[in-house]
């Protein structure tokens, strides 16, 4: 008869549900409403099972929740570096053609620390770590700053919209004075080699202005090693 029916529904529509991330949201929907009309051909008795079903639908929901926190953490984890907290490589290229997409005017720093080899050599790598975390957060301490990202060993790339290389210039600056406080009392010291390229007037492609940073950064740094640390590019 029609409970018969209703017993034969319900236990296809318990069956929908034992695999959670398969079921879509409008599968969903339509199970619930499906067991709202079911409901009302059971006998008072049997509507436990009915309730039963709901409250595995209730159980689903939570899980796909669940899973869903659990997919956008692994996404943003992805994209950062585990050692300093920043965004990666990854995410740099992926704002850069973001950016370069949506026409925006941005200036983009490319930075290598000095003696980064030479600290871990004579002062252990803990040290090293230190080394790069205080850059990092001095990098990142900048509120100009739209983005900090480590794309390598002691490489760090920053990026800046509406931002002339003036700016970007003092800022650095800036980074080079905090650095000088925050090195060993013995053993070399905290300093940066940076070069900067963009600027509101620039419109060549992201990977260009890349390759002319990193140019103007050896640059930066083979004239520190000739005219001393505080040799501004």
Same mark, same amino acid.
């Not at 017993?7 to 959670?20: D, G, K, M, V, Y």
């Not at 009309?37 to 709901?54: F, K, M, Y």
């Given at each position: 008869?029609?409970?018969?029916?209703?017993?034969?529904? =319900?236990?296809?529509?318990? %069956?929908?549900?034992?695999?959670?991330?398969?079921?879509?949201? #409008?599968? =969903?929907?339509?199970?619930?409403?499906?067991?709202?009309?079911? @409901?009302?051909?059971? +006998?008072?008795?049997?509507?436990?099972?009915?309730?039963?079903?709901?409250?595995?639908?209730?159980?689903?929901?939570?899980? /796909?929740?669940?899973?869903?926190?659990?997919?956008?953490?692994?996404?943003?984890?992805?994209?950062?570096?585990?050692?300093?907290?920043?965004?990666?490589?990854?995410?740099?290229?992926?704002?850069?053609?973001?950016?370069?997409?949506? $026409?925006?005017?941005?200036? =983009?720093?490319?930075? #290598?620390?000095?003696? *980064?080899?030479?600290?871990?050599?004579?002062? $252990?790598?803990?040290?090293?770590?230190?080394? *790069?975390?205080?850059?990092?957060?001095?990098?990142?301490? *900048? @509120? %100009?700053?739209?983005?900090?990202?480590?794309?390598?060993? #002691?490489?760090?790339?920053? *990026?800046?919209?509406?931002?002339?290389?003036?700016?970007?210039?003092? =800022?650095?600056?800036?980074?080079?004075?905090?650095?000088? $406080?925050?090195?060993?009392?013995?053993?070399?010291?905290? +300093?940066?080699?940076?070069?900067?390229?963009?600027? /509101?007037? +620039?419109?060549?492609?992201? %990977? #260009?202005?890349?390759?002319?940073?990193?140019?103007?950064?050896?640059?930066?740094?083979?004239?520190?090693?000739?005219?001393?640390?505080?040799?501004?590019?």
């Amino acid at each position: 008869g029609s409970e018969a029916n209703a017993w034969r529904q =319900l236990t296809a529509l318990a %069956e929908i549900l034992q695999s959670p991330a398969a079921v879509r949201d #409008d599968e =969903l929907k339509w199970t619930e409403e499906q067991i709202r009309l079911t @409901t009302q051909a059971l +006998s008072s008795d049997a509507r436990h099972v009915a309730a039963c079903v709901a409250s595995l639908i209730h159980e689903v929901r939570a899980q /796909r929740s669940e899973l869903t926190a659990l997919k956008q953490r692994l996404v943003s984890e992805a994209r950062l570096d585990p050692l300093t907290g920043v965004h990666n490589r990854l995410r740099g290229r992926e704002l850069l053609a973001q950016w370069q997409l949506a $026409g925006h005017q941005f200036t =983009l720093c490319f930075v #290598d620390l000095n003696g *980064l080899k030479r600290v871990n050599d004579l002062l $252990g790598h803990l040290e090293g770590d230190r080394y *790069l975390r205080c850059v990092a957060g001095s990098l990142n301490a *900048l @509120t %100009e700053a739209n983005a900090v990202c480590r794309v390598g060993g #002691d490489e760090f790339l920053v *990026l800046f919209l509406n931002a002339s290389e003036a700016d970007c210039r003092r =800022l650095m600056e800036g980074v080079q004075t905090r650095l000088a $406080g925050a090195s060993p009392r013995t053993g070399p010291r905290f +300093s940066i080699s940076y070069g900067i390229a963009g600027g /509101r007037s +620039s419109s060549p492609r992201g %990977e #260009d202005l890349l390759r002319l940073a990193d140019e103007r950064m050896y640059q930066h740094k083979r004239s520190q090693q000739l005219h001393g640390r505080r040799s501004v590019p």
